[in-house]
């Protein structure tokens, strides 16, 4: 069974920047799309962004287009989301996932109710 693990977390200000890295185990990492979500204090899951198998297929939620880029890179077995300019809402919990993503790229949605530990991400001043 495949296991996601989320780190780079962390305190910045308004209009920082910080990367996260999703790291897997499991020999299908490589087969998998694989997005990230949002747990804001007292919301539900958010996905914020996904990316394919083939890495040209991605989504963004709308409020994070043009600020935050999703990559990956299988022989690391590893999701990154570099995210910029970013901005108090983009506080929460990141937790990355399975997930469902048509070729469109309009939608992404996980692929089970089950979460690992995530990481903090806190935009203040």
């Known amino acids: 069974q495949s296991q996601l693990v989320e780190s780079g977390g962390g305190l910045v200000q308004p209009g920082g920047s910080l990367r996260l890295s999703c790291t897997g185990s499991g020999w299908f990492f490589s087969y998998s799309a694989i997005g990230w979500f949002r747990r804001a204090p007292g919301k539900e899951h958010t996905g914020v962004s996904c990316?394919?198998?083939?890495?040209?297929?991605?989504y963004y939620a709308d409020s994070v287009k043009g600020r935050f880029t999703v990559s990956r890179d299988d022989a690391k077995k590893t999701i990154y989301l570099q995210m910029d300019r970013l901005e108090p809402e983009d506080t929460g919990i990141y937790y990355c996932?399975?997930?469902?993503?048509?070729?469109?790229?309009?939608?992404?949605?996980?692929?089970?109710?089950?979460w690992g530990q995530g990481t903090q991400v806190t935009v203040s001043s």
């Open positions: 996932a399975f997930v469902s993503l048509p070729s469109h790229g309009r939608s992404c949605s996980a692929s089970s109710d089950s």
């Open positions: 990316i394919s198998v083939n890495p040209s297929i991605t």
